[in-house]
């Protein structure tokens, strides 16, 4: 047998992990506003949310190198505040990786949010609940497929990165170096073996969450039509 | 007696609502009137769904709205319970926790209504376990009238509850919203354009068109006003009357209804002595004689009456409204000629003949 390293895959079952939880949590409450807002800014951040489906990966991936260097805007007051430096670190990734996928959980649970409209909120305000209670006891739980779906894309879309990963984080082993790096570093030096197991890994992995996700799904006992 | 104030004054892109009302704080109030007419943007404000920068809504000295004073209370703080034309029922829970769901949210000391007896009343044991995607329209509705009687609310607004169901189910659930005054003691304002509705349900009546308020007050007598005509169908102008049964011709399968004016005989009722019903006296089935018909006539119910006021004379009409008054008010179309031959006047006494009494369970359109 040859010698696998697991570290990658480890890593980047972290990190698409930490990212998700992060993105529901700014993600949410972008997509409610963008959901219910009627400010002409709307279709502004709408847009702006989208951009990173459409860039290159290396283009995000310059400017965020920028962004988290020890200059930029993202990097200089972390840097003050905690004395660390961002780039080429996992607190790096996991920053670049939130805004990579950022488009793949907002715009599921945007949609969720838009299907559901303001009449089930309506229904519970006038039964007493306050906003934040309606969000939690009605909103959320109605909108459970939006939050399977992004859930499912924003993991899968952060275990697939690698453009801007490499253009961020570098390719340094237990830190930034995930498991589409190490399989590219196999292939470049023809270890075929190693690259397949881990390729097959990914494949198999991904195979199972995407089908443990849909069969979850079908029998989710919430129908909001 | 406890009031219901409510000014509003609210500018939509297309549409203007201006509300100065006060109405009684008990029993059913129908807000009829056309689509489009405000209705629901009338309730909407009510309940704080909408927000009149100039308006005001006290409810028995309870300010709930009071923009001279910055007081606006958000719908989650408004003692109301609000049942929309869907039943809009939670699909994540089953029946038992939406009927709990603002019973909970309500203050421990502010409920007074138990969920067995909202069960009872609306005939809901059956359905508490199930989930609401497996219900039928109506029993969805009931449920969500039940929801809302929960939260124990001092005010209930109806916003066309049964405009969604088939003629079967709305007749199910309307007896359901007639006992909800007299179980549950609170306030209703319903909204409809169903004037059926209006004749089951309501005590008093609020007409609106086109955003501003064209009749306010008891049923009996906004259905007298002669301006009417320009309000509602012709096919409903008429007086209104609440009665009684009086007692039960059974040689001639007549029943004698009651009234503060006198009697009225109709077909033979399945009703007790005492009963109450509402009945219905179109203007067009109105007849006026000026004086004791000297012949026999077909017609059961001749009444002596006076005349009050005669509707505006239109030469390019052929008919003209008369209110008239024996006891209670009571409209009659006649022709401009007949008006002319009779030389009728206000003050006269004349006999109104009718020749059809309209009883409002009856299904009137």
Same mark, same amino acid.
């Given at each position: 047998?040859?010698?696998?390293?697991?570290?990658?895959?480890?890593?980047?079952?972290?990190?698409?992990?930490?990212?998700?939880?992060?993105?529901?949590?700014?993600?949410?409450?972008?997509? =409610? =506003?963008?959901?219910?807002?009627?400010?002409?800014?709307?279709?502004?951040?709408?847009?702006?949310?989208?951009?990173?489906?459409?860039?290159?990966?290396?283009?995000?991936?310059?400017?965020?190198?920028?962004?988290?260097?020890?200059?930029?805007?993202?990097?200089?007051? =972390?840097?003050?505040?905690?004395?660390?430096?961002?780039?080429?670190?996992?607190?790096?990734?996991?920053?670049?990786?939130?805004?990579?996928?950022?488009?793949?959980?907002?715009?599921?649970?945007?949609?969720?949010?838009?299907?559901?409209?303001?009449?089930?909120?309506?229904?519970? =305000?006038?039964?007493?609940?306050?906003?934040?209670?309606?969000?939690?006891?009605?909103?959320?739980?109605?909108?459970?497929?939006?939050?399977?779906?992004?859930?499912?894309?924003?993991?899968?879309?952060?275990?697939?990165?690698?453009?801007?990963?490499?253009?961020?984080?570098?390719?340094?082993?237990?830190?930034?170096?995930?498991?589409?790096?190490?399989?590219?570093? @196999?292939?470049?030096?023809?270890?075929?073996?190693?690259? @397949?197991?881990?390729?097959?890994?990914?494949?198999?992995?991904?195979?199972?969450?995407?089908?443990?996700?849909?069969?979850?799904?079908?029998?989710?006992?919430? @129908?909001?039509? | 007696?406890?009031?219901?104030?409510? %000014?509003?004054?609210?500018?939509?892109?297309?549409?203007?609502?201006?509300? %100065?009302?006060?109405?009684?704080?008990?029993?059913?109030?129908?807000?009829? #009137?056309?689509?489009?007419? #405000?209705?629901?943007?009338?309730?909407?404000?009510?309940?704080?769904? !909408?927000?009149?920068?100039?308006?005001?809504?006290?409810? $028995?000295?309870?300010?709930?709205?009071? $923009?001279?004073?910055?007081?606006? +209370?958000?719908?989650?703080?408004?003692?109301?319970?609000?049942?929309?034309?869907?039943?809009?029922?939670?699909?994540?829970?089953?029946?038992?926790? %939406?009927?709990?769901?603002?019973?909970?949210?309500?203050?421990?000391?502010?409920?007074?209504?138990?969920?067995?007896? &909202?069960?009872?009343?609306?005939?809901? $044991?059956?359905?508490?376990?199930?989930?609401?995607?497996?219900?039928?329209?109506?029993?969805?509705?009931?449920?969500?009238?039940?929801?809302?009687? +929960?939260?124990?609310?001092?005010?209930?607004?109806?916003?066309?509850?049964?405009?969604?169901?088939?003629?079967?189910?709305?007749?199910?659930?309307?007896?359901?919203?007639?006992?909800?005054?007299?179980?549950?003691?609170?306030?209703?304002?319903?909204?409809?354009?169903?004037?059926?509705?209006?004749?089951?349900?309501?005590?008093?009546?609020?007409?609106?068109?086109?955003?501003?308020?064209? #009749?306010?007050?008891?049923?009996?007598?906004?259905?007298?006003?002669?301006?009417?005509?320009?309000?509602?169908? $012709?096919?409903?102008?008429?007086?209104?009357?609440?009665?009684?049964?009086? !007692?039960?011709?059974?040689?001639? #399968?007549?029943?004698?209804?009651?009234?503060?004016?006198?009697?009225?005989?109709?077909?033979?009722?399945?009703?007790?002595?005492?009963?109450?019903?509402?009945?219905?006296?179109?203007?067009?089935?109105?007849?006026?004689?000026?004086?004791?018909?000297?012949?026999?006539?077909?017609?059961?119910?001749?009444?002596?009456?006076?005349?009050?006021?005669?509707?505006?004379?239109?030469?390019?009409?052929?008919? &003209?409204?008369?209110?008239?008054?024996?006891?209670?008010?009571?409209?009659?179309?006649?022709?401009?000629?007949?008006?002319?031959?009779?030389?009728?006047?206000?003050?006269?006494?004349?006999?109104?003949?009718?020749?059809?009494?309209?009883?409002?369970?009856?299904?009137?359109?």
């Amino acid at each position: 047998m040859f010698d696998l390293d697991l570290g990658p895959l480890w890593l980047t079952l972290q990190l698409a992990g930490i990212t998700v939880l992060v993105l529901l949590l700014v993600g949410t409450p972008i997509a =409610w =506003w963008l959901a219910f807002t009627s400010s002409r800014f709307r279709t502004v951040i709408e847009a702006v949310v989208a951009l990173p489906i459409v860039l290159p990966p290396t283009v995000l991936g310059f400017y965020l190198l920028i962004a988290l260097g020890p200059n930029g805007p993202i990097g200089g007051p =972390w840097k003050e505040v905690t004395g660390a430096a961002l780039s080429f670190t996992f607190t790096g990734l996991v920053i670049a990786s939130t805004f990579y996928s950022l488009p793949f959980v907002v715009q599921p649970l945007h949609g969720a949010f838009e299907t559901l409209g303001r009449k089930p909120l309506e229904a519970a =305000w006038a039964l007493g609940a306050s906003k934040l209670d309606t969000f939690f006891t009605v909103a959320s739980p109605m909108a459970i497929r939006g939050y399977l779906t992004a859930i499912v894309l924003g993991f899968a879309h952060t275990l697939g990165e690698f453009g801007v990963v490499l253009m961020v984080g570098g390719n340094i082993p237990g830190h930034t170096k995930v498991l589409s790096i190490a399989i590219y570093d @196999h292939v470049e030096v023809l270890e075929y073996a190693q690259a @397949h197991t881990l390729s097959v890994g990914l494949l198999v992995f991904s195979f199972l969450i995407l089908l443990f996700v849909y069969s979850l799904n079908r029998r989710l006992p919430i @129908h909001v039509s | 007696m406890s009031q219901l104030i409510a %000014n509003f004054n609210v500018t939509f892109p297309s549409f203007h609502l201006k509300v %100065n009302a006060t109405l009684p704080a008990q029993g059913i109030t129908a807000v009829f #009137g056309p689509s489009g007419c #405000g209705k629901t943007t009338l309730l909407r404000c009510l309940a704080g769904l !909408e927000r009149s920068p100039t308006g005001t809504m006290i409810l $028995e000295n309870e300010v709930w709205q009071d $923009e001279t004073q910055g007081i606006f +209370l958000p719908l989650s703080r408004r003692p109301v319970g609000y049942v929309f034309q869907e039943p809009r029922l939670f699909p994540h829970l089953n029946i038992r926790s %939406n009927l709990l769901y603002g019973w909970k949210r309500t203050p421990a000391e502010a409920r007074k209504i138990s969920l067995d007896h &909202v069960v009872q009343i609306l005939d809901l $044991e059956p359905l508490l376990h199930r989930y609401p995607s497996r219900l039928s329209g109506g029993e969805q509705q009931r449920i969500a009238i039940g929801r809302a009687l +929960l939260t124990s609310p001092r005010l209930l607004l109806m916003d066309e509850p049964l405009s969604s169901l088939d003629m079967q189910r709305k007749q199910e659930i309307l007896p359901f919203i007639q006992r909800l005054d007299t179980e549950f003691h609170i306030p209703v304002i319903y909204v409809t354009h169903v004037l059926h509705e209006v004749m089951q349900l309501a005590q008093t009546l609020l007409l609106l068109k086109g955003g501003t308020v064209t #009749g306010i007050g008891p049923l009996e007598k906004v259905f007298s006003q002669l301006n009417l005509r320009q309000l509602i169908p $012709e096919s409903h102008l008429g007086a209104v009357i609440d009665t009684h049964v009086a !007692e039960h011709d059974k040689e001639y #399968g007549l029943t004698k209804l009651q009234f503060a004016g006198g009697q009225l005989s109709v077909p033979h009722q399945d009703r007790s002595i005492g009963e109450f019903v509402r009945v219905q006296i179109l203007a067009k089935d109105v007849s006026i004689v000026s004086s004791q018909p000297a012949f026999q006539s077909s017609v059961l119910n001749v009444l002596e009456a006076t005349i009050v006021e005669i509707g505006p004379v239109d030469s390019g009409q052929s008919f &003209v409204d008369i209110k008239l008054d024996m006891g209670v008010p009571l409209l009659a179309t006649i022709t401009r000629k007949s008006l002319t031959t009779l030389k009728l006047h206000p003050g006269q006494r004349v006999y109104a003949q009718i020749k059809t009494v309209a009883l409002s369970h009856e299904a009137l359109d």
